[in-house]
């Protein structure tokens, strides 16, 4: 009978070492806290060849299927109008809400069932008699995840400083990640560093596609100033509640796991977080600054037409300057 689900659990002395017929201990565990360390995905050693393959297509995609098809038929003029680093910045709201819609689909499942309900682990089929394992399928996400700040990073002309931290380390810490998993039986910390950032990962898709999503808007609807006011209150509340919950689930999560890391990890993964946690605050100021923004010329336009401008007020306001769009992460 596996260890995980056995009524003795292998746990570790002070030393590091494993030792077998301990105590549960008193206080409950979550299931990622029981989980041993073993093998993600026998796709591992091709992880290189999996990321550069999905930013070959997102490339693609965005010069035949985006650029060259689907925008000028959906935002015809509008899209036209837009200068080059607009429309790289329009590019990768679109990429980046499309990848986070498939990585909310695709990894749900797998995602709860390794790390939290269940039996399963990484090594259990997605169906029955099914070849692909749920390690399979979140190692491809974990690269998809990768893909979508790589193309950023490489399609954006302005980004701001903390922005590009966050992006350069959320690409390099889903890699190490996986690349330790290749040698799970002498890296103690592989598999638990890999869930910590499936923890990560699925914290900041949730937090992320509602600015994506509000950039959107406000590019097609920039004249709407009511609408946009309330797109950027409400994503820059999503984007606080976010990082406080995904604060706390890493507080316990590292509270669940701290007896089997190692000193560096220890080290390392709280001083991440804080860099992940200050990207994500930067972000939410940024939304909250363009709602104050909105409510500004909404108040404005709502003065204009009080004192009898008409039309000739409706033409001004829909000829104002365009406002920068935040950077959010």
Same mark, same amino acid.
């Given at each position: ?30 299931? #990622? ?9 026998? =796709? ?6 999996i990321l550069s393959c999905i930013v070959c297509i =997102? ?24 200068? +080059?680093?607009? /429309? ?76 590009? %931290?966050?992006?350069?380390? %959320? ?51 920039? +004249? ?26 890493? #507080?316990? #999560? ?9 000193? +560096? #990890? ?25 709602? /104050?923004?909105?409510?500004? %010329? ?15 007020? +409706? ?10 769009a935040p950077e959010t992460c």
């Open positions: 009978m596996p260890a995980l689900f056995s009524p003795t659990l292998l746990i570790r002395d002070v030393s590091g070492v494993e030792s077998e017929g301990s105590e549960r201990p008193h206080f409950f565990q979550p299931k #990622f806290a029981r989980i041993e360390n073993q093998a993600i995905s026998i =796709l591992v050693p091709y992880s290189g060849l =997102l490339v693609i995609l965005r010069l035949y299927v985006f650029e060259g098809f689907l925008f000028p038929r959906l935002y015809g003029h509008l899209y036209r109008n837009f200068s +080059d680093e607009t /429309k790289r910045t329009f590019m990768n709201h679109h990429i980046g809400g499309m990848i986070k819609i498939i990585l909310l689909i695709a990894g749900a499942y797998p995602w709860t069932h390794v790390l939290f309900v269940g039996n399963e682990d990484f090594d259990t089929p997605m169906a029955h008699h099914s070849k692909v394992t749920m390690g399979d399928l979140l190692l491809v996400l974990t690269q998809l995840f990768a893909s979508m700040y790589v193309f950023e990073l490489l399609i954006r002309v302005k980004l701001s400083p903390i922005a590009m %931290a966050h992006h350069i380390g %959320a690409i390099v810490i889903a890699e190490v990640a996986v690349a330790l998993s290749l040698e799970y039986k002498k890296q103690k910390d592989a598999t638990i560093e890999y869930m910590l950032c499936l923890v990560w990962g699925a914290f900041d898709v949730l937090a992320e596609f509602w600015p994506n999503l509000a950039i959107i808007l406000y590019r097609v609807k920039k +004249d709407n100033h009511y609408l946009l006011s309330q797109v950027f209150f409400i994503t820059a509340i999503i984007t606080v509640l976010g990082t406080t919950a995904e604060t706390v689930m890493i #507080f316990v #999560f590292l509270g669940s796991v701290w007896h089997r890391l190692s000193l +560096d #990890f220890k080290v390392a993964t709280p001083i991440l977080h804080v860099v992940f946690m200050a990207a994500q605050v930067h972000g939410s100021r940024i939304l909250f600054s363009m709602y /104050k923004r909105q409510k500004q %010329a909404l108040r404005e336009q709502e003065k204009r037409k009080e004192s009898g401008a008409g039309k000739n007020s +409706d033409k001004e306001t829909a000829s104002e300057p365009t406002m920068a």
